[in-house]
């Protein structure tokens, strides 16, 4: 059965132990999620199930909302409080008008290192793996778009952010950027994840909740995907749309005037039945709609 279970990941599991979790409970081998929380991390984790992880891509592709705290003094080799510590640091102050300069500075940046201890790949291999046996890797550089920093609270060797961002952003490397722009080692020391997308931490369920209450805790796809845009398809050209042709506009009835290249899009059938998600691309002769995600009506 399809449905996406949004819920609040407590600190200490991983998010693949969550995942096993759901399997055991709901007695499914196809689930997965959209996009990993560190052990210690807590907040919104987005579980999907049977024909639902098809697409995992779409969830992944959203803006997400992080609360973090930065803590002064030591830098580690993790560059949050689970790793080994680096370098330390006990005589500093943080000059707030300094503090927010950096974050300003930090907020408008286009790129980051990522962390040594992460599952992106350099020849195949995750970086992680590389550390681990013994390997002095270069962390790559990569393209981040940060939408907004504030900066919540500050005390003497902590500061609290609130930290909006499109996906793939590394929040454990913003935490150790933000000292270096300062000059004081620091590393992320608590994490949570408020909200992506649509999707917030506030409407999601224990894993507690889910092994008691099953499906039900899940939500369907019609209504995980009601906030996008949609259009409708009936008549002659139906069969051929869930055979696969792809789909012109003019064979549509849109609800709404075709969104801007990059969309994700809902495509209904009968009774408002989710037939596929397409998505808006751009070609020569202009915006056209193309099919990404086909599931059964």
């Not at 560190?38 to 779409?58: H, M, N």
């Not at 973090?68 to 080994?84: H, K, L, M, Y």
């Not at 393209?143 to 907004?148: C, E, Q, T």
């Not at 894993?207 to 039900?216: A, K, L, T, V």
């Amino acid at each position: 059965m399809e449905r996406v279970f949004l819920i609040d990941k407590p600190e200490g599991p991983s998010s693949h132990d969550l995942v096993d979790r759901v399997r055991r409970s709901l007695g499914i081998r196809r689930v997965g999620h959209t996009g990993t929380l560190d052990p210690f991390a807590s907040g919104l984790l987005l579980v999907l199930t049977g024909k639902a992880t098809r697409l995992a891509e779409v969830f992944r592709e959203h803006d997400k909302r992080y609360q973090g705290t930065v803590c002064f003094g030591s830098s580690t080799e993790t560059d949050d409080r689970e790793g080994a510590v680096l370098e330390s640091l006990e005589d500093f102050t943080v000059d707030r008008d300094a503090l927010h300069e950096s974050i300003l500075d930090l907020a408008s940046r286009k790129e980051q290192r990522v962390p040594l201890y992460s599952a992106i790949k350099i020849d195949g291999v995750p970086l992680y793996k590389r550390v681990r046996r013994g390997e002095k890797p270069e962390a790559p550089v990569r393209p981040v778009l940060i939408h907004d920093i504030r900066l919540l609270e500050q005390r003497e060797r902590e500061v609290d952010l609130e930290v909006h961002c499109a996906s793939g952003t590394y929040i454990r490397s913003l935490a150790r950027d933000l000292g270096e722009i300062l000059g004081i080692p620091s590393h992320l020391s608590s994490l949570r994840r408020n909200a992506a997308g649509p999707f917030s931490v506030k409407d999601a369920v224990s894993i507690e909740s889910i092994e008691e209450s099953g499906f039900e805790a899940g939500l369907p796809l019609g209504l995980a995907f009601a906030s996008l845009p949609s259009a409708r398809v009936s008549g002659d050209f139906l069969p051929r749309f869930l055979h696969g042709e792809q789909p012109r506009a003019e064979q549509l009835q849109m609800e709404s005037p075709l969104p801007e290249p990059g969309t994700w899009m809902r495509f209904l059938g009968e009774g408002d039945a989710l037939l596929a998600l397409g998505r808006v691309e751009m070609r020569e002769e202009g915006p056209a709609l193309r099919l990404r995600r086909m599931l059964e009506a």
